[in-house]
């Protein structure tokens, strides 16, 4: 499965965005989706995921009230609603793919073998 992951780009802290990660060549509806971030010298991280097929979600504890990781059936996109942003969350934004069902499987980026482009949100102060 191709990803492709849109929706970043510049907002000043305490504002939103919503990113898009919509595959090609297979429908996400057996996988679990990632959201990972890698910032300039930093290792990527896990920042929230979602298991399709039962829709648990999982969030780092930076994103837990801040972030909403959702599935769209119809549009067949995963999306990661970003509220309260800050300058630390300043990064790369990524989403993964894979057929995973496990909470330390769907957190660890080395377990998806299916990865989007990236696409930058910077946050201003």
């Known amino acids: 499965v191709q990803l492709q992951a849109s929706g970043g780009g510049l907002v000043q802290t305490g504002g939103s965005l919503r990113l898009s990660c919509a595959p090609s060549?297979?429908?996400?509806?057996?996988?679990?989706v990632g959201w990972f971030r890698q910032a300039p010298g930093k290792e990527r991280e896990f920042v929230a995921a979602?298991?399709?097929?039962?829709?648990?979600?999982y969030y780092s504890d930076g994103a837990k009230g801040r972030f909403t990781i959702s599935r769209d059936a119809t549009k067949d996109t995963v999306y990661l609603q970003m509220n309260s942003l800050k300058p630390e969350d300043t990064a790369v934004y990524y989403c993964?793919?894979?057929?995973?069902?496990?909470?330390?499987?769907?957190?660890?980026?080395?377990?998806?073998?299916?990865w989007g482009q990236g696409t930058q949100v910077t946050v201003s102060s």
């Open positions: 993964a793919a894979d057929t995973l069902t496990t909470s330390w499987g769907v957190q660890s980026p080395r377990e998806y073998d299916y």
């Open positions: 060549g297979e429908t996400l509806s057996s996988f679990a």
């Open positions: 979602i298991i399709w097929r039962t829709a648990k979600t």
